[in-house]
């Protein structure tokens, strides 16, 4: 609505406009009780964010997030899934939060619900996971090489896929006449060879930190494997293949270091 010049109207709109502009208490004295807005102070709570601006993330947006990603990571430990009031009681949150998470995260495909009502995960993760893998073998390769360099031997760092043991990234040693040639991509039974078998090994926990194998998966090559450390949150093993019998005890750390340095870099 327009005011007309001279009219009451346009007293009224200065007086808003002035509002906005800081005007010192010293400058207000005196002043008509017409002009008080303009030597009010303004309240920052009054204000809201004009139409196409983003307001602030809030508490409850990062928390809704927060408990969101929980929640997908409790499924993903429960191979069996789990009850809507499984997953409250787990969260310390009520039921109704939970079955506003899980219909979001259904609509996104990451977790879907069986015919018993139990909550799973979707095929939405598994389209995800294969364009994580690069940015994995990426981080892993400055260790990998200087395994390779220092050992002079194949490194390789292999993940659980399909459960099969994946070679995702290979570094093979500059300065050796000889060498396995192990390429990315090769896959073999979890249950055969060092890195396959350092995988099952940290899925249990279980001690030595290394694993070694010896002609398992080609005949003449000696193997040792050590799983990334739980904390990674990535079922692999980093590990090296020779054509030599390897020195074990010098070795292994040598891969478990290497292992640690890959889960540190991915955190």
């Known amino acids: ?9 346009t007293s009224r709109r200065i007086s808003v406009l002035t509002s906005l502009l800081p005007v010192s208490r010293r400058r207000c004295r005196g002043r008509p009780a017409g002009f008080v807005h303009a030597c009010a102070p303004v309240r920052m709570a009054e204000f809201r964010p004009a139409a196409g601006h983003t307001q602030p993330v809030t508490t409850e947006t990062a928390q809704t997030l927060d408990r969101g990603l929980r929640l997908l990571t409790l499924v993903a ?36 619900r069986d015919a018993e009502g139990r909550v799973r995960l979707g095929l939405g993760v598994v389209q995800l996971a294969p364009r994580a893998q690069p940015l994995l073998a990426e981080t892993a390769i400055p260790a990998l090489r200087r395994l390779a360099e220092e050992l002079g031997a194949t490194a390789h760092l292999t993940i659980a896929d399909a459960g099969e043991a994946l070679a995702l990234a290979v570094v093979e040693p500059s300065w050796t006449a000889f060498h396995v040639a192990y390429r990315t991509g090769t896959r073999h039974p979890l249950d055969r060879g060092a890195a396959g078998l350092a995988i099952l090994a940290g899925r249990r926990g279980s001690d030595p930190p290394y694993v070694v194998s010896s002609g398992e998966l080609q005949q003449g090559a000696h193997g040792v494997a050590a799983p990334l450390p739980a904390s990674s949150g990535v079922e692999a093993s980093v590990g090296i293949v020779a054509l030599a019998e390897l020195e074990t005890g010098t070795v292994g750390p040598r891969v478990v270091a290497a292992a640690q340095q890959i889960a540190a870099a991915l955190r």
Do not use: N, Q, W
């Open 77 to 112: 430990e429960t191979p069996g899934g789990l009850t809507v009031t499984e997953a409250a009681t787990a969260l310390g949150v009520g039921r109704s939060v939970v079955y506003r998470l899980v219909t979001t995260l259904v609509a996104h495909g990451l977790v879907r």
């Open 1 to 9: 609505m327009h005011a007309r010049p001279g009219g009451r109207k």
